[in-house]
Nanobody, 115 residues
Framework: VQLQACGGGLVQSGGSLRLSCAGS????????VGWYRQAPGNERDMVAT???????NYADSVKGRFTISRENAKDTTYLQMNRLKPEDTGVYYC??????????WGQGTLVTVSS
């Protein structure tokens, strides 16, 4: 199982980006997917997750600005990021939870928000 993330880039504060993360093989279906962020010098933190039944969870810092979604038919999850702030800068990773023990990570995509 491999995940391919893309959509990062350089954006000014207040701007928007949409990240995508694609897998293959019809694996998304009922699995939890998520996006995580690692800022320079920091640990990797949860940004947003979505369970197989569509329940979402967001970090407080992104609530109201970011939206996670998924297209199971395409084995793809998205992260729409609006009103970006410099503190949103970091490498964004997608993750697919195959089960409680097995988590599959994408390779990361860099988001840089300039002030």
């Amino acid at each position: 199982v491999q995940l391919q993330a893309c959509g990062g880039g350089l954006v000014q504060s207040g701007g928007s980006l949409r990240l995508s993360c694609a897998g293959s093989g019809g694996i998304f279906s009922d699995k939890t997917v998520g996006w995580y962020r690692q800022a320079p010098g920091n640990e990797r933190d949860m940004v947003a997750t979505m369970t197989g039944d569509g329940t979402t969870n967001y970090a407080d810092s992104v609530k109201g600005r970011f939206t996670i979604s998924r297209e199971n038919a395409k084995d793809t999850t998205y992260l729409q990021m609006n009103r970006l702030k410099p503190e949103d800068t970091g490498v964004y990773y997608c993750r697919l939870d195959l089960n409680r023990a097995v988590k599959v990570w994408g390779q990361g995509t860099l988001v840089t928000v300039s002030s």
